[in-house]
């Protein structure tokens, strides 16, 4: 079924892109106090939006697939975290793009920041898991995506409840109360939502083919067809 | 009931191996104390930065020896196959599990309660001014790392750089215990001392370990097969 999507969602995206560029110079407000600076605001929050929507299917996937043993599940699980890490890396650099250039400074430990990175670091330990685990990769990938699931929670409370981190003043809050800012971010949570399901399904297609390719092979020696 | 006894049974039998040997309370006992040590030279020794490194200090020291004994306990059980032996044994898969988490907790407060003695004699950190939280909250923060840390460690045993993933995969999951047991001990040393602030990552540490247990409890079997 995929195969027929991803060259339909891909043009999507592709005009999807051009059009919330264009809007984002002509129609959204021009902001008086970041100036140009603030139109990274209409990629930075899409893009988190994906990671938190990636990383919620890279949950919900491995946890089916430790309960049920399909691999479908697996490359589900697989290409949702690989393309959360790249969502998340984009989320890290553009926001620290923004935090430059609104509290002139790269990196604080505010609230959202402290989550986006946690959350981005066991993303990335589930993809170093995946690729060098071996045997027992998708399991041990599995659980690591359903225990960081779990944190999520805890690392919600804990970055809310402890004062030891700086707050940082309003960040994207007074901003986004601009009707037609909403409209424009919208418009790329939209795009940004489009090209992330294109990605993933290339990738799953990709996975999946992978590990066709590898039980094959296993067939191939068993049968001693292949050596 | 027969569960928690079978459970016992196995945590009795590797910490009667352990008492044997004692290589593994040793070895991070000795290591957990070198941190210490490290620490000492590594950082100013004033009182008022004491105050506020010192629950670092210990909460990285046990996630470190932790880790250390985590992979050699069930490192253990690789070496002469042992494991299979043991999840072929007529018990359910749940006992194995509890016994290997009870065997380690034990072992990681072992190790704690010699790194923090350490911690308040060479950094004069005034740690046992109220012994009973801290106790409580090495005992969850123990309890917590070996249960996270069995469901892996068992997980990891058949593959080739175990000794790099574990902690690749712990740190991830058990930062809000090393944060919240960090936090907690920080209150404790605060001046003054903050006690609303101490219970409330007492309870923190209490909700994350029942949380992380009950889904082990879910998962463990699905994540061991062989």
Known sequence: MSNKAIPVLATLSAIGFVVTLWLMYSFAPFDRALLFNQKIFYWHVPHAFMLFIATAVCGVSSLIFLKKRTAKWDDLALASAEVAALFGAAVLITGSIWAKAAWDIWWTWEKRLTMSLLLWLTLVGIVLVRRFAGASADRLAAGLAVFGTLGIPFIYTMVNASDHHPQAGAGGAALASHPDIKLVMWLGVLTFFLWFLTLVMMRVQSVAAEREVRELREKGLDAGVLS | ?226
């Open chain 2, 1 to 226: 009931m027969s569960v928690l006894r079978q459970a016992a049974r196995v945590a009795w039998k590797d910490l009667r191996i352990e008492l044997r040997s004692r290589e593994i309370v040793y070895t991070m006992a000795f290591f957990g104390g070198l941190i210490v040590v490290v620490y000492s030279m590594a950082f100013p020794v004033r009182p008022d930065l004491v105050r506020a490194a010192v629950p670092g200090m210990l909460w990285v020291a046990i996630a470190f020896a932790g880790t250390i004994g985590l992979g050699r306990a069930f490192d253990r059980e690789r070496e002469n196959d042992t494991m299979r032996a043991l999840l072929l044994a007529p018990i359910p898969r749940l006992s194995v599990f509890l016994g290997k988490a009870i065997s380690i907790a034990v072992l990681i407060i072992a190790v704690a309660a010699v790194c923090t003695p350490l911690l308040a004699l060479f950094l004069d950190a005034p740690l046992f001014a109220d012994p009973l939280p801290l106790v409580i909250v090495l005992i969850l923060g123990a309890i917590g790392i070996a249960n996270v840390g069995s469901v892996f460690a068992a997980t990891l045993l058949k593959v080739r750089s175990r000794d790099v993933l574990l902690p690749v995969i712990l740190y991830p999951i058990l930062i809000p215990l090393f944060v919240a047991g960090t936090h907690a001990t920080e209150a404790m040393l605060a001046i003054p001392a903050n006690p609303d602030k101490v219970w409330y990552w007492i309870g923190f540490l209490g909700v994350y370990d029942a949380a992380a247990l009950v889904l082990s409890l879910w998962i463990f079997e699905s994540l061991v097969i062989e």
